[in-house]
């Protein structure tokens, strides 16, 4: 049975990823002032650019319900869809996608349609989303997968490690006192997605070496063997410090795939450059 994978801006797929398992990608919008982009859209390198010109601190939004409800009718209705999205605890795009398909089903109630609130963005979309399509070429079916995705999205773990917080600042998300002082002291912040996605703090580690090496060992909290399991990690315009990272990770754990992509303008709008994101499936209890 032929399933159609959907997912959002914040995914930041590779484009080999993407074309590989056909997904299909609906936007979400960054915004500058009176100006609206299409988050997968907008390269990296021209945001930051924009982001460093601009006065004015950049948001970002979801479609409205109707958006995704075209969105899902437009895919034949002998194709069941899953569709794997950001976080609903950090947008509003998960509960408008329920929105969008409950109003498909009320005129096509024999259409098969998932949507997942993923508690994750960037790596750890792709991170499911390469999981999904492995599982289809292995002939899962859509009710096979739909319980397999559940189980993955419980074990799903993102970290994040900045190399900056001025976003945190520009963005509100922490106090400019706070912010000054943990500049001047080389503070760098460990962070992870709880379980509904919101992004907190794990720890603060004074000096970049420290934290991208503190960033590396928090993997080992989490599992005991890696060499059956995969790690996808995104960078916002930072591939070189992200290579060097994921050898590290590779040389500690061997993990049996790794993904590397460019965080997107949605996503680096919180992260800012020089960051790292990882995900993966963490051991079961």
């Known amino acids: 049975m032929q399933v159609q994978l959907m997912t959002d801006s914040s995914a930041d797929l590779p484009i080999e990823l993407k ?34 010109e601009s006065e004015v601190f950049p948001s970002s939004s979801a479609p409205g319900p109707h958006e995704y409800y075209e969105a899902f009718k437009a895919i034949p209705e002998d194709v069941p869809i899953i569709y794997l999205g950001i976080s609903q605890g950090i947008s509003s795009a998960y509960n408008h996608a329920v929105m969008g398909k409950d109003m498909l089903l009320e005129e096509q109630p024999h259409r098969k349609i998932e949507v997942f609130s993923t508690n994750t963005s960037s790596p750890g979309l792709i991170l499911l989303l390469n999981e999904a399509g492995e599982k289809l070429s292995e002939g899962y079916s859509f009710e096979q997968l739909v319980t397999h995705l559940y189980d993955r999205v419980d074990r799903t773990v993102t970290l ?4 900056t917080i001025d976003n945190l600042v520009r963005g509100g998300r922490l106090d400019k006192v706070k912010g000054a002082i943990a500049k001047t002291l080389n503070i760098k912040l460990l962070l992870h997605a709880d379980h509904e996605g919101k992004v907190e703090v794990l720890e603060k580690v004074r000096g970049d070496k420290k934290a991208l090496r503190r960033f590396v060992e928090q993997i080992g909290d989490y599992i005991n063997q890696a060499e059956h399991k995969a790690l996808a990690m995104t960078h916002c315009n930072a ?14 754990y061997g993990f049996k795939q790794t993904i590397l992509s460019e965080i997107g303008s949605v996503i680096s709008t919180h992260t800012g450059e020089g960051s790292l994101v990882i995900s993966f499936f963490k051991d079961k209890k």
């Open 239 to 252: 591939k070189d410090r992200g290579e060097q990272v994921l050898q590290s990770i590779q040389e500690t």
């Open 19 to 52: 074309e590989k398992f056909n997904i299909i990608t609906t936007p979400l919008f960054v915004h500058f002032c009176n100006e609206q982009y299409i988050g997968h859209e907008l390269d990296t390198p021209t945001f930051l650019k924009k982001l460093n």
């Open 160 to 163: 994040f490690v900045l190399k």
